[in-house]
Nanobody, 122 residues
Framework: QVQLVESGGGLVQAGGSLRLSCAASGSIFSIHDMGWYRQAPGKQRELVAGISRGSSTNYGDSVKGRFTISRDNAKNTVYLQMDSLKPEDTAVYYC????????????????WGQGTQVTVSS
């Protein structure tokens, strides 16, 4: 069993900053890709940012230049630094991790956090 616990969501004014954290725990052999997704009311879930074990990153077009994803492998934690926030960034943000849980197989399964609300006021 793997759990992802998020923190850092909240209410912020447009132009402000927020930092999200997501810590993975449980039966973890290794964590591969990690990322952040978001879903706003009436919209599809979208990839915000992803990061590999080697810390290569990719970002959704709408957040490039404003958000920064990073990870601390020793702490099994991924972060999302959000700067220059816009009202359009308002959404529930979900942490994702691709986790190998056993030495008996190399199969990697996705796990999700509970989601944290980010609200940006205009």
């Amino acid at each position: 069993q793997v759990q992802l616990v998020e923190s850092g969501g909240g209410l912020v004014q447009a132009g402000g900053s927020l930092r999200l954290s997501c810590a993975a725990s449980g039966s973890i052999f290794s964590i591969h890709d990690m990322g952040w997704y978001r879903q706003a009311p009436g919209k599809q879930r979208e990839l915000v940012a992803g990061i590999s074990r080697g810390s290569s990153t990719n970002y959704g077009d709408s957040v490039k230049g404003r958000f920064t994803i990073s990870r601390d492998n020793a702490k099994n934690t991924v972060y999302l630094q959000m700067d220059s926030l816009k009202p359009e960034d308002t959404a529930v943000y979900y942490c994702n991790a691709e986790v190998r849980t056993s030495t008996a197989t190399v199969y990697v399964r996705p796990y999700w956090g509970q989601g944290t609300q980010v609200t940006v006021s205009s």
